[in-house]
Nanobody
Framework: QVHLVESGGGLVQAGGSLRLACAAS????????MGWFRQAPGKEREFVAA????????YYGDSVKGRFAISGDNAKNTVYLQMNSLKPEDTAVYYC??????????WGQGTQVTVSS
């Protein structure tokens, strides 16, 4: 089983930056994708970004393209999300996600990102 732990969330002013990290432990050899989703209270969960573990192809939700960058370190089994030009609407709990080659999904507990006006 895979265990995911997020870190790096916090409070930042609009226009600022944060860098999130998600470290995977356990049976990490089957990772296909790692990525991030976010959810604000009362809103639908939204796809943010993902990276394919084999070739490092990246994917982004439309709302974050050009501002966020996802990267991975397979030696550390860690995925990062660099968030720049943050907006108040980016405020949410950010969840790390792992998808295995057998379409199993694992989720972290989430880290709060709050962007003030």
């Amino acid at each position: 089983q895979v265990h995911l732990v997020e870190s790096g969330g916090g409070l930042v002013q609009a226009g600022g930056s944060l860098r999130l990290a998600c470290a995977a432990s356990g049976r990490t050899s089957s990772i296909q994708y790692m990525g991030w989703f976010r959810q604000a209270p009362g809103k639908e969960r939204e796809f943010v970004a993902a990276i394919k573990w084999s070739d490092r192809s990246t994917y982004y939700g439309d709302s974050v393209k050009g501002r966020f960058a996802i990267s991975g370190d397979n030696a550390k089994n860690t995925v990062y999300l660099q968030m720049n030009s943050l907006k108040p609407e980016d405020t949410a709990v950010y969840y790390c996600n792992e998808r295995t080659a057998w379409d199993k999904h694992y989720w972290g507990q989430g880290t709060q990102v709050t962007v003030s006006s």
